[in-house]
């Protein structure tokens, strides 16, 4: 089975085909990046008018590269939720458009599940079940994965995510949209231990997590260090890197706890955040010593993209899922709320 995805739920259109014997036969991304830049984050509405732009040349692109003809496609997956809802509505229109008119079933794609199974495109993909941690823009979650559909919350940021902290502390750093990797690329040429910044709640039982602290202890060392509105360059850098610290370390206690606490032998990193070098390094040390495997998506496929939601669309096609009319997109979606797919997962 060919499935043509369309990921369109925040600020960059992504386009793949995803074939159930084949593979990835191609994808594509336009990142509006640049747009969003000059106003420190994305603006809903230049967003949805640019997918608008974007969507259709990309989906033209993806087809010729992959060598791929309507005519061979058998359904199309969009991201249906959740995200910004001018956004998700673009996609969820075109995608039903061009489902009506090359009269093939359509259905709509939950974004984190998408980014959750992400690491099934690699080669030696993870098998059920494992323990995921999705770090994004938006989530920070720890899930307890049975298969596909079968997720069970364990923890979750009670305010910021992961992302949005490291985004914040770009801005404070006077770094641009979006800031992950551009405070990881600075934190490269810091001190570890100069500054030293909490580890948020991983002093007490449980797998919840909480940024936002972490945001005023940023905030705090910048002004201390800032001089007639100057901040030097090492001072910047040690600033990123005891974040990123802080930050990685974090993750790393919650992860090893979800761990132990179910039993499971595999860990899963997906969404924005997983690219992180010295995340993935320090998770891989952290799974070695508890006997546990690690497993995360290329770089390109740890943030949006649209090889995820051809992929986790086409699993539930598979087991016979297609959209009833009518379905609208859910810019609010809890995950937990999914349901199994029990049949053809491949
Ligand atoms: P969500 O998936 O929760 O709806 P989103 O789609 O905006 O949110 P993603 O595209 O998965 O999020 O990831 C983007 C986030 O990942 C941004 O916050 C970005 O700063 C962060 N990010 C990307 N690369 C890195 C990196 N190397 N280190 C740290 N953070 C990173
Ligand atoms: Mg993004
Ligand atoms: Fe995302």
């Not at 980014?115 to 920070?140: C, D, I, N, R, Y």
């Not at 307890?144 to 992302?163: F, N, T």
């Not at 060392?221 to 005891?242: F, K, L, N, P, S």
Request: hydrophobic residues 40%.
């Amino acid at each position: 089975m060919k499935v043509l995805g369309i990921e369109s739920s925040c600020d960059e259109t992504g386009i793949a085909i995803y074939d159930s014997e084949a593979g990835l036969l191609g994808d594509a991304l336009y990142s509006q990046v640049d747009m969003h830049t000059e106003y420190g984050g994305v603006v809903p509405e230049l967003a949805s008018r640019d997918h608008i732009r974007r969507v259709l040349p990309l989906i033209r692109d993806v087809m010729a590269q992959a060598e791929v003809s309507r005519e061979e496609i058998d359904a199309i997956a969009y991201t249906r939720g959740p995200g910004l809802i001018g956004a998700l509505m673009v996609g969820s229109a075109i995608a039903k458009s061009i489902a009506f008119t090359w009269d093939v079933p359509v259905i709509g794609v939950h974004h984190m599940e998408g980014h959750l199974l992400a690491p099934m495109l690699e080669e030696a993909p993870p098998e059920f079940p494992f323990v995921a941690l999705l770090v994004s823009g938006g989530h920070t979650q720890l899930v307890s994965v049975e298969g596909i559909g079968q997720y069970k919350l364990l923890g979750e940021s009670v305010d910021d995510a992961a992302g949005e902290a490291f985004d914040k502390t770009a801005m404070m750093l006077g770094l641009d949209y979006p800031g992950g990797p551009r405070v990881a690329a600075l934190a490269e040429q810091g001190v570890s231990g100069r500054f030293r910044f909490p580890r948020p709640m991983t002093d007490r039982p449980g797998l919840d997590f909480s940024f936002s602290g972490l945001k005023t202890f940023t905030l705090n060392t910048v002004q201390q260090h800032t001089v007639d509105g100057q901040i030097d360059e090492q001072t910047r850098a040690d600033i990123a890197r005891a974040f990123e610290d802080a930050v990685v370390d974090t993750l790393t206690i919650k992860c090893r706890r979800a761990l132990r606490e179910s039993g499971m032998k595999r860990l899963v990193i997906a969404g924005g955040v997983s690219a992180n070098k010295r995340l993935r390094e320090k998770l891989g040390e952290m799974a070695a010593g508890e006997n546990a495997a690690l497993y995360y998506a290329r770089p390109a496929f740890c943030t949006d993209n649209g090889a995820m939601i051809a992929y986790a669309g086409c699993q539930r096609l598979l087991a016979g899922e297609r959209d009833a009319p009518g379905i609208r997109p859910m810019p609010r979606w809890p995950l937990e709320t999914l349901t199994p797919v029990t049949d053809g997962s491949r």
